[in-house]
């Protein structure tokens, strides 16, 4: 029995994405499959060729646009509209759970659909109407100079205010779902045992298909895909409240 007041949070990871049609980046199809992801998503690999890194985006923002939440999305949505406070900490660089109607998501590895210039940091977005199959190096409308994509690369430090109120929120968090995560990249794989050690009454639920680092020092984890496990336990949050 979950109270009402609960203050719930989420840490998704690519796998909540998968169900949609969005590879994994490690597991048997991950998306680092076909490409090394050290060769696209660096900054260094950002230097020496900025029009191979973006047709690596382009490709990913095309197969995103074709995307949908999926039933595991809409399930955190529907906990947001039982009045049960809900924040999802992500590591995802979609915008599936904002499309299902979670509203307070903070993306920790940032957002595949915002752009930031590489000289004056203007930032600005995708619009729906961009043609992802024709992958040329978007440039700034102030200044003239590269966009990047505004996504947190490898050897790139998060955001520190949205790490700040991560770990404010994790402090004050009754219950942490551990949502579709292989728990191998930092800090955010620190992010359950920094909650842990800081928040004794904190109860963490991993929901995987396969254990992974996270799963012995979690409370319980909940094995099976999550867009079948997670709409069945925020049923049952529902039921009982
Ligand atoms: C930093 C954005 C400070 C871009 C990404 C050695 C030891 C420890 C740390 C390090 C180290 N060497 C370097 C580091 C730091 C490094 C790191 O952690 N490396 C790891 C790999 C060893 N971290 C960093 O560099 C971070 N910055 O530390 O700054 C600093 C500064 C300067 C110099 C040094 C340090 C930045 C990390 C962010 C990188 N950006 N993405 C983009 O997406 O284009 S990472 C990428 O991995 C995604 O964000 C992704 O979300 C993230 C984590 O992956 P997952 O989401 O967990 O996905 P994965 O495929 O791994 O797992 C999927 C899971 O889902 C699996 O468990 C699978 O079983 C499960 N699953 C699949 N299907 C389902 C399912 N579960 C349920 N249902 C299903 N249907
Ligand atoms: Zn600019």
Known sequence: MIPSEARITII??????????????RGKDGL?????????????A??????L????????????????????HLAL??????EYDIVILTQNVDNLHERAGSSRVYH??????????IQCNDVSYWDASADFENPIVPKCTKCDSMLRPSVVWFNETLDPNIVEKSYSRLQETDLLLIVGTSGLVYPVANFPFIAKQENRQIEIIEFNIESTPLSSMANKTVLGPVEDTLPKFVFEIIKDS
């Open 12 to 25: 998704s990871g690519s796998g909540i994405s998968k169900a949609s049609g969005i590879p994994t980046f």
């Open 32 to 44: 680092w499959k076909n490409y090394d992801f050290m060769e696209l998503a660096t900054p260094k």
């Open 46 to 51: 950002f230097r020496t060729n900025p029009q």
């Open 53 to 72: 890194v973006w047709e690596w985006y382009y490709w990913r923002l095309g197969l995103i646009s074709q995307t949908n939440p999926n039933k595991a």
């Open 77 to 82: 949505k529907s906990l947001e509209d039982a």
């Open 108 to 117: 920790l590895h940032g957002e595949i659909y915002k752009r930031r210039c």
